[in-house]
């Protein structure tokens, strides 16, 4: 059992907590059982460590049954070394590191997706997260992250995706521009979500390829960015509301989308 938190390879998993180590090593960290099971499930391959509490050992015995058959590294820690090794205070007692897949755009759009999310300058760790579980939930083929976003493998941005991580394609470091002209090449119509758009939600044409560009929490997305895309759509709300958060919006949009193109 790992005991001290003082040892090197202690160190070196909490580490993992900073972009510069996970650039350097090529390695990221899952914290949680959710994302360590489908780490597992669909990237043992690139899971090199698992550490684990003997309580959660016995809660989630499942899991560690999938780890063995995989040939995965188990390793067994007390509380401490865990929460030494963690990004949060009380981790849920399963850790793993896993290395870094990376997706180009020219691979996504070579395989002729229909539904795609653009991020771009996304700052927010859990709204990006929840973009890419929702992403996943409705059938997105791939989640495209532009160069002026949150880093998809930070603690924060891999819990929120809740494993979904593991699923689609997360292409990251784009630009915003090349990315927009490169998809309307492919035939993708490219619909940025933003509140100022004239078309409303249930209006858009959802048959056809597309991608939803959504934008910067706080001020959206810059008029060029609008301008460089197909159509501005705006999801319809009450009156009395501001705005949607990025989130929610993103959540709704990916849902009709779904509904469109039936990928329930």
Not at 61 to 80: G, P, S
Request: glycine share 6%; aromatic share 4%; proline share 4%.
């Amino acid at each position: 059992m790992l005991t001290n938190i003082r040892s090197d390879r202690v160190k070196s998993v909490r580490s993992l907590s900073r972009r510069s180590a996970r650039e350097r090593t090529g390695r990221f960290v899952v914290d949680g059982p959710q994302g360590v099971r489908e780490a597992i499930r669909y990237a043992a391959e690139r899971v090199d460590d698992i550490y684990v509490t003997s309580s959660a050992i016995e809660r989630h015995q499942d899991l560690i049954a999938a780890a063995q058959d995989a040939d995965i590294h188990l390793h067994e820690t007390d509380d401490a070394v865990l929460v030494a090794m963690s990004d949060t205070e009380s981790p849920q007692g399963l850790l793993a590191v896993v290395a870094a897949q990376s997706h180009s755009l020219e691979d996504v759009l070579a395989s002729q997706p229909r539904l795609v999310v653009l991020l771009s300058n996304v700052r927010d760790p859990g709204n990006a997260g929840t973009v890419i579980r929702g992403a996943d939930a409705f059938g997105a083929d791939a989640v495209l992250v532009t160069d002026g976003s949150v880093d998809v493998l930070s603690p924060k941005v891999v819990r929120s995706t809740a494993g979904s991580l593991f699923h689609l394609p997360v292409v990251t470091g784009l630009d915003v521009n090349e990315t927009l002209v490169a998809m309307a090449a492919h035939g993708i119509r490219t619909l940025a979500a933003d509140g100022v758009g004239e078309t409303l939600l249930p209006d858009v044409d959802l048959s056809q390829p597309h991608a939803w560009v959504m934008g910067n929490e706080a001020w959206g997305l810059p008029a060029e960015i609008r301008d460089r895309c197909t159509d501005v759509v705006r999801v319809p709300i009450h009156e009395r509301v501001e705005s949607l958060n990025l989130a929610m919006a993103a959540t709704i949009c990916l849902a009709t989308s779904a509904g469109a193109t039936r990928r329930f």
